[in-house]
């Protein structure tokens, strides 16, 4: 289960960051 959310997590936090770059760049 804690892997699970983990990978969920790390997903987010990977679109999160690209939202980032496409919007700053």
Same mark, same amino acid.
């Given at each position: ?14 679109? !999160?960051?690209? !939202?980032?770059?496409?919007? !700053?760049?």
């Amino acid at each position: 289960m804690l892997e699970v959310i983990a990978v969920c997590i790390i997903s987010l936090v990977k679109v !999160f960051t690209w !939202f980032l770059l496409i919007r !700053f760049s």
